[in-house]
C-alpha cells in the first residue's frame, strides 16, 4: 500500500512556507454568497461518520486505522475514536465547551498531546470555523478564500476551486503554517470522499482518509469510560 505519493510530499512543502496569501476582498453583494460556498464543503452537524485512515507518522512509521467521529448539539460537541482494524478502541477523546476528555488511550498512543491534537485534526476536517470570517474573497488563483483569525492571531482559510475541492489551512500567529486539509469528491450529506491532512513540524505527519459510510444523524460513539 502506498497512499503518500508526491502529491502529498508537495503539500507539505508548500504548506511549510511564507504566511496566509493576500485575499482581494469580495464585493460587497456577493461576499454572502462566497462565504456559503466556503461553509457548504462541511458537513452539517450532526453526524456520525466513519473513515479509512492511512498514517504516515513521525519518524517514517506507517499504519492503518479506521476512524469513527460523531456530533451532538449541533457540532459543539463531538466525539472521536481511532480503531485498529481489528476494530480495538486506541483513542476515544471527546471535546465540548467544558474540554476535552480523554476515555481511552492506549500505548504508544497515550504520548502527551496526541488526544489534543486528534481533536484539533478532527475539527479541521470536519467541522466549519466558529464564528464569522474577517475577510472573504479570491486568491491568486481564483479560488474562493474565507479568512478566519482567532483571539490569539491564529489564522485558518477555507479555499474553494470551481470544481469543488477545496483546502483548509492553519497557520499560527507567527505566520507558521501548521496544518493543511485538502479534499476532494463529493457524496451524500455534504461530506468529501477523500481528505488529505498535512501537518509540518519536528513531529510532522500525514493522513489520507477515505470516507467508509455516513452514519444515523446525532448517534453517539465509542465505549464509556472502563
Known amino acids: 500500500m502506498t497512499p503518500f505519493a508526491s502529491p502529498l510530499l508537495l503539500a507539505a512543502m508548500l504548506v511549510g512556507c511564507g504566511g496566509p496569501p493576500a485575499v482581494t476582498p469580495a464585493a460587497p453583494e456577493t461576499r454572502e454568497d462566497l ?126 476551486g470551481d470544481s469543488g475541492e477545496w483546502a483548509s489551512t492553519t497557520w499560527d500567529a507567527a505566520g507558521s503554517a501548521l496544518r493543511e486539509v485538502r479534499a476532494s469528491g463529493r457524496t451524500r450529506d455534504g461530506f468529501a470522499s477523500r481528505m488529505e491532512l498535512t501537518a509540518t513540524g519536528e513531529q510532522g505527519y500525514s493522513l489520507v482518509l477515505e470516507l467508509v459510510e455516513v452514519e444515523e444523524v446525532g448517534a453517539g460513539v465509542g465505549e464509556e469510560e472502563p
Open 35 to 160: 462565504l456559503g460556498r466556503c461553509l457548504a464543503v462541511f458537513p452539517v452537524p450532526d453526524f456520525r461518520a466513519v473513515h479509512s485512515i492511512a498514517a504516515e507518522l513521525p519518524g517514517g512509521a506507517t499504519g492503518v486505522f479506521l476512524g469513527v467521529a460523531a456530533t451532538s448539539d449541533g457540532g459543539r460537541t463531538f466525539r472521536g475514536n481511532l480503531l485498529s482494524l481489528e476494530g480495538m478502541v486506541m483513542v476515544d477523546v471527546q471535546s465540548s465547551p467544558d474540554g476535552l476528555i480523554v476515555h481511552r488511550a492506549l500505548p504508544p498512543l497515550d504520548a502527551e498531546g496526541f488526544a489534543a491534537g486528534m481533536a484539533a485534526d478532527m475539527r479541521l476536517l470536519l467541522l466549519a470555523p466558529e464564528g464569522a470570517p474577517r475577510e472573504v474573497g479570491t486568491d491568486g488563483e481564483g479560488r474562493t478564500v474565507c479568512r478566519w483569525v482567532g483571539q490569539d492571531g491564529a489564522v485558518q482559510d477555507v479555499a474553494v
